[in-house]
C-alpha cells in the first residue's frame, strides 16, 4: 500500500487501496519511519491508486502536514480522485496542502520553495 | 420496500469496508451515479468506524449491526452498536469535536454531507444507533 522514494530532500510516497480504519495505522507507522530514516524535509503524497479515503485516513494525512509543517517543510498531494478530492475538500485540507497535476512539477515546486495552496 | 439486508459483525477494522462495500452494493440495484454511490461508501465508513472506535474503545470484541432499506428512489442505512453511548450527541456532531485528540472529529459532519439526513440515537450505556437516509436524483 505504500511505495518510498526520495528525490534529494523530498520524499515521495505512492499510495494505494483504501483509506480506512483498516489501513490508516499501518500509513501512518510506514509514513513516520520514512521521515524520521531520512533527512527529508518535504512530503509528497501520490494518491492517484487511492479508490477510497474517509475521516481516519484524512487523519494520517493531515498529522503528516502537521509533522512537517512544524519542522519547516511541506507536505502536497497528486493524483486526486473524485472521492479522495471531495474528502480533502469538504475538511478544507486542499486550503492548506498544495495540489499539482505531476510528479515533476511537485517536486520542482518544493525545490524552489514555491508550494502554497 | 424493494429490498433489504441485515448484517451482524464483530467490531473489527477490516469489517467497515465490508459494511461500505455491501451497502453500495445493495443501492447499486438502484442504478445510482457514481457519486451517489461514494457519498453512501462514505457515510457507512464514518458510521461504522465512529461505532468501533467510540462504541468500543476500538476493541474488536464488539458487534456492529447495519441494516440497509431500498426504497424506489432512496436508501435507508440504520448502524447500530451495542457500545458505550454517547452523553451529549448534539455536541458530538459538532465538526471538529473528537473525543480523541489522534481522530479529527469529522465523523458526524461528513455523514451529514453525504447523505440527506442523519439522526443520532443514544445514551451512555445503552450504545449508539446511527439512521441516514438518501434520496437518489431522478434518472429517468
Same mark, same amino acid.
Given at each position: 500500500?505504500?511505495?518510498?522514494?526520495?528525490?534529494?530532500?523530498?520524499?515521495?510516497?505512492?499510495?494505494?487501496?483504501?483509506?480506512?480504519?483498516?489501513?490508516? *495505522?499501518?500509513?501512518?507507522?510506514?509514513?513516520?519511519?520514512?521521515?524520521?530514516?531520512?533527512?527529508?524535509?518535504?512530503?509528497?503524497?501520490?494518491?492517484?491508486?487511492?479508490?477510497?479515503?474517509?475521516?481516519?485516513?484524512?487523519? %494520517?494525512?493531515?498529522?503528516?502536514?502537521?509533522?512537517?509543517?512544524?519542522?519547516? *517543510?511541506?507536505?502536497?498531494?497528486?493524483?486526486?480522485?473524485?472521492?479522495?478530492?471531495? %474528502?480533502?475538500?469538504?475538511?478544507? %485540507?486542499?486550503?492548506?496542502?498544495?495540489?499539482?497535476?505531476?510528479?515533476?512539477?511537485?517536486?520542482?515546486?518544493?525545490?524552489?520553495?514555491?508550494?502554497?495552496? | 420496500?424493494?429490498?433489504?439486508?441485515?448484517?451482524?459483525?464483530?467490531?473489527?477494522?477490516?469489517?467497515?469496508?465490508?459494511?461500505?462495500?455491501?451497502?453500495?452494493?445493495?443501492?447499486?440495484?438502484?442504478?445510482?451515479?457514481?457519486?451517489?454511490?461514494?457519498?453512501?461508501?462514505?457515510?457507512?465508513?464514518?458510521?461504522?468506524?465512529?461505532?468501533?472506535?467510540?462504541?468500543?474503545?476500538?476493541?474488536?470484541? !464488539?458487534?456492529?449491526? &447495519?441494516?440497509? &432499506?431500498?426504497?424506489?428512489?432512496?436508501?435507508?442505512?440504520?448502524?447500530?452498536?451495542?457500545?458505550?453511548?454517547?452523553?451529549?450527541?448534539?455536541?458530538?456532531?459538532?465538526?471538529?469535536?473528537?473525543?480523541?485528540?489522534?481522530?479529527?472529529?469529522?465523523?458526524?459532519?461528513?455523514?451529514?454531507?453525504?447523505?440527506?439526513?442523519?439522526?443520532?440515537?443514544?445514551?451512555? !450505556?445503552? !450504545?449508539?444507533?446511527?439512521?441516514?437516509?438518501?434520496?437518489?436524483?431522478?434518472?429517468?
Amino acid at each position: 500500500m505504500l511505495d518510498l522514494e526520495t528525490v534529494g530532500e523530498v520524499l515521495v510516497a505512492k499510495l494505494r487501496g483504501e483509506l480506512d480504519l483498516k489501513t490508516a *495505522g499501518e500509513l501512518r507507522q510506514g509514513l513516520d519511519r520514512a521521515l524520521d530514516g531520512f533527512t527529508v524535509r518535504h512530503l509528497v503524497l501520490d494518491l492517484e491508486n487511492v479508490s477510497f479515503m474517509d475521516s481516519t485516513g484524512l487523519g %494520517v494525512v493531515l498529522g503528516r502536514y502537521k509533522r512537517l509543517a512544524g519542522a519547516g *517543510g511541506k507536505l502536497v498531494v497528486l493524483g486526486l480522485q473524485p472521492p479522495v478530492r471531495r %474528502v480533502l475538500d469538504l475538511s478544507g %485540507v486542499l486550503r492548506i496542502v498544495p495540489e499539482f497535476n505531476t510528479l515533476k512539477q511537485a517536486v520542482e515546486a518544493l525545490r524552489r520553495g514555491e508550494a502554497s495552496a | 420496500m424493494l429490498n433489504r439486508f441485515r448484517l451482524e459483525f464483530p467490531s473489527r477494522a477490516e469489517n467497515v469496508s465490508l459494511a461500505r462495500v455491501t451497502v453500495a452494493a445493495l443501492a447499486s440495484q438502484l442504478d445510482p451515479t457514481i457519486e451517489e454511490l461514494d457519498d453512501i461508501k462514505g457515510a457507512v465508513s464514518e458510521a461504522v468506524t465512529n461505532g468501533i472506535i467510540h462504541g468500543f474503545g476500538a476493541s474488536p470484541e !464488539g458487534t456492529i449491526v &447495519v441494516e440497509a &432499506v431500498l426504497y424506489g428512489d432512496a436508501i435507508e442505512i440504520y448502524v447500530e452498536d451495542g457500545g458505550k453511548g454517547i452523553k451529549d450527541v448534539p455536541k458530538a456532531m459538532e465538526p471538529e469535536f473528537s473525543s480523541d485528540p489522534e481522530r479529527l472529529g469529522l465523523g458526524f459532519s461528513f455523514m451529514q454531507s453525504f447523505m440527506d439526513s442523519v439522526q443520532v440515537d443514544s445514551a451512555p !450505556g445503552r !450504545g449508539t444507533r446511527v439512521i441516514m437516509r438518501k434520496q437518489f436524483a431522478p434518472r429517468h
